[in-house]
């Protein structure tokens, strides 16, 4: 075993032991750190498993936390406060998975490892932790993002030492989280290879793609040709250089070449496997990042055994180091680790941080408010209303945009509707949908949605975002309801130039209060603008594959086209001059 050494963090000394080798079933080891009191007296251990290197991790005792829009904002830095969890009282544990920093093996895809599961993995790794003479037998697990991902991988394969996991900001459903309505997304690319200003993955030579372990070379040389005959895949240089030269960017390599869900994401799915967890979990996540709430939502309606939800506020990126929700997450521990009965469980199961009137809604079930669905419409002068529109087509004149490619402009056209300013405060929570009855003049566009509260004076915050490749419009009618629709993605589907078509855009969950003068607005495009009011809070890779051809829209909202928002209302009714009306069921 490596010596034990001594460090100073601020007023703590902490024990630390480098480079533990933890071995595998199959006789890889893992290499570990370990960080705690000085005491030799065994303590319960908080385990963190990530691709990204234990050292990058070690920075969090050396590096203030740093917030967006700060360059030394490091995405890749999530394991957690190490001087607080030893000063709480645990052996803080942080592992490279196989394939990468120090660990042994190969790695092969995205959260595969050389056909090994890294749920099994972190099996193996927990319960050599917890026979370890320094723990006290009792392990939870630290670290968001792909941290938390990797807790609800271990927690599905149930290692008996692992007694509770709390989970911030993980990334659940994998094929969403790099395909948002089946529209690609770029910021995973920059947690694997290190681009926007993120460390990324600590690769080794043992990394490697499952697409080309799977595919003979002139299977992968048929496939690379049929991807690259999407014009937004072959209008973008990244892309191009991936698909030509796919052993420089393996995982990635694998997500670009599987666009549409199915097996290959399934597979080891978090939000598949929630159903096998028995254990205590408690999953938080901050508003901003619609696909990754929905996900967590998704799973903490699957989970078997005790649960707690918990729904910060706005702006949606945590500090990094990760410092953020440690009150919280050692109250957990404290009762489920250490056996202390501080009522954590006596409190409510759902905690939802309401944004506009900065309230706190508490219940047992999300969501946490009896809803009803009410429809705003789309109408012409850019107005929303609670009435649908009267006129037909011939006199309520379609809006539209043209938006040309980016070989040709940097303008991102974005079309505008709002409501009039409510008079009193409008609460809305849970998931909803838009409805835009559409015809473009190609066989493929991005919708994007985006849904903002104006105050008087200007100012305006994020509130939800809605993404759908018009080619993905396909819906799974028996699992779509009213204001929660759902989509497949297992087929893209080409729209017929010059057809209107009903596209149905599922609208993440949010949770918001409308204050008297504030105003909803609803902003429609096929791409984002490369900063604004919310992109700037986010890492430079957040954005989304821009549509690669020129592409003209028309937005039909007349009696026989109700282009429209399905809302999850708790208050009402809303804005001068507005009236009731009923709720279209789904078409």
Known sequence: MTDLQTIRAGLETIAVRKDLRVPMRDGVT????????????????????????????????????QRRPSPMWDGCIEAGDIARVVREGYVHVIGDLRGSGASEGEHIGNYNAGGVSLGQDAYDFIEWVAAQPWCDGNVGMIGISYFGSMQVLA??????????????????????????????????????????????????????????EAFSSEEIKERVAKRLQ?????????????????????????????????????????????????????????????????????????????????????????SRPFVEEHDKMFRWYEYWLKGVDNGIMDEPAVTVHVEGSRETVTAAQWPPKDVEYRSLYFRPRRKLSYEPEPMGAEY?????????????????????????????????????????????????????????????????????????????????????????????????VPVEPGKTEEYVLR?????????????????????????????????????????????????????AHPSRLVLPFTTGPAFRGSGRSPVPRLR
């Open 396 to 492: 309520a004149a379609p809006d539209g945009f043209y938006q040309a490619p980016l070989t040709v402009t940097d303008k991102v056209e974005i079309l505008s509707w709002s409501t009039g300013p409510f008079t009193e405060p409008t609460e809305m929570i849970g998931q909803g949908a838009a409805h835009l009855f559409v015809e473009i003049d190609q066989p493929d566009t991005n919708f994007v949605l985006r849904m903002w509260d104006e105050a008087p004076d200007g100012k305006r915050r994020l509130v939800t975002t809605a993404y759908l490749k018009a080619s993905h419009r396909e819906l799974d009618e028996e699992r779509t309801t009213e204001g929660d629709p759902y989509h497949p993605h297992t087929r893209a």
């Open 507 to 559: 609208v993440y969950p949010f949770a918001a209060t409308f204050l008297p003068g504030h105003k909803l607005v609803a902003e429609l495009s096929n791409a984002e603008p490369p900063a604004d009011e919310h992109n700037s809070l986010l890492p430079p890779d957040a954005f989304h594959l821009p549509v690669g051809r020129p592409v003209t829209h028309k937005i039909y909202r007349d009696a």
């Open 30 to 65: 893992l290499a570990a750190d370990t960080y705690s009191g000085v005491a030799d007296t065994p303590r319960p251990a908080l385990v963190a498993l990530s691709p990204y290197g234990k050292e990058l991790q070690a920075l969090a005792l050396t590096t203030p936390a």
């Open 155 to 212: 927690a599905a394969e149930r290692p008996p030492s692992l007694k509770a996991i709390f989970v911030s900001g993980g990334h659940y459903d994998f094929y969403e989280t790099t395909y948002h309505g089946g529209v690609m997304w770029f910021m995973p690319r920059a947690a694997r290879e290190g681009r926007g200003g993120d460390s990324g993955w600590a690769f080794t030579d043992g990394v490697k793609s499952r697409m080309l």
């Open 230 to 318: 999407d014009p937004d895949v072959a209008a973008w240089p990244n892309l191009v250089h991936v698909l030509n030269y796919p052993k420089n960017h393996e995982a990635w390599f694998d997500i670009v070449m599987n666009e549409v869900d199915g097996e290959w994401y399934e597979e080891r799915n978090p939000v598949t496997l929630a159903p096998r967890i028995d254990i205590p979990v408690w999953l938080q996540i901050d508003q901003g990042r619609g696909w990754t709430m929905d996900g967590t939502i998704e799973v903490f309606h699957a989970l078997k055994g005790p649960k707690k939800l918990d729904i910060g506020p706005y702006p949606p990126m945590q």
